[in-house]
């Protein structure tokens, strides 16, 4: 991840941060993380996001659908366990994030 510039022109941060998760393994970083290995302060990135109307929890959020998704379609990994594996404290959390993401609950997604 070649950033480093800081609030250069051009520098699409919604962009570098969602290839900076998608290549990330688990757990996937907090924004103080993910803004450290893009060479920026948590605050710095919260505000560029923000100035090309992103937000970090919106994209780690994505991220999180994209990855359960692909989980729950091989069918193997338990709820519970891939509720903890993509960062959630309580298996009730991601069923209700994965409910607000897709309209059902992850146990229906995955009939």
Partial sequence: MS?????????DWTAQVTQLLALSGLPLPSLDEAARQLHVSGRSL??????????????LDQER????????????TPIAELAFEMGFSDPSNFRRAFKRWT???PGCYRE
């Fill in 103 to 105: 309209g059902k609950g």
């Fill in 65 to 76: 659908r994209q990855r359960a998704l692909r989980c729950l379609q091989d069918g193997k």
């Fill in 46 to 59: 919260r505000r560029y996001l923000a100035e090309q109307g992103g937000c970090y929890q919106r994209l």
């Fill in 3 to 11: 950033v480093g510039k800081r609030n250069a022109p051009g520098v």
